[in-house]
């Protein structure tokens, strides 16, 4: 975030002299401490981001490839006068978890010429593909495996899993501070 204020002050700047970059370093330390003590950001975060990047960078990279690709193969069918389409409706089921890999997922097929996410429940897609040789891929091609990769970082570190009895307790215990305070 810090590096993201910098950036921001430079740019909103329009020039760079020495002067310019000190101010910066110094507007952008005081906006990231209000950020971390009134917003609830913290450096956890920032180091998450960076953990994250180049899994992200790459996803970008393989996702734009794809594109081009997708796009190459439309334009083939489009110039090709003996094509004649068969459009399908594929459904398939994904193991991702979170529910920002599935979107992602369900964004990516539809940024890819010749397939649109028509629906998305609990990982279960549905997909109009505008030809049947389309729909290979779809359901473990590179894009579902790269997503699959990013959901293993975030899996969280073995933490004790805490129970209904001490989840009644700790909910007990915040009803009676409160009405200790009242």
Not at 76 to 105: A, C, G, W, Y
Request: charged share 20%; glycine share 4%.
């Amino acid at each position: 975030m810090f590096i993201l204020y910098f950036a921001l002050w430079v740019i909103l700047n329009g020039r760079w002299t020495t002067e310019i970059a000190l101010f910066g370093v110094a507007f952008a330390a005081i906006a990231y401490v209000f950020t971390c003590k009134f917003l609830g950001y913290s450096t956890k975060v920032d180091a998450a981001l960076f953990r994250r990047a180049p899994r992200a960078i790459h996803y970008g990279v393989l996702l734009l490839s794809e594109i081009v690709k997708a796009n190459i193969t439309v334009i083939r069918m489009i110039l090709n006068r003996n094509f004649e389409p068969k459009p399908q409706l594929v459904t398939f089921d994904t193991s991702l978890q979170r529910e920002r890999h599935r979107v992602t997922l369900a964004n990516s097929i539809t940024l890819t010429p010749g397939t649109i996410t028509v629906d998305l429940e609990e990982g279960r897609y549905l997909v109009h593909c505008l030809d049947e040789a389309m729909i290979e891929g779809l359901d473990d091609g590179v894009m579902v495996k790269a997503l699959e990769k990013m959901e293993k970082l975030h899996v969280p570190q073995s933490a004790p899993q805490q129970t209904a009895e001490t989840a009644a307790q700790a909910e007990n215990k915040e009803e009676e501070a409160q009405h200790n305070g009242d």
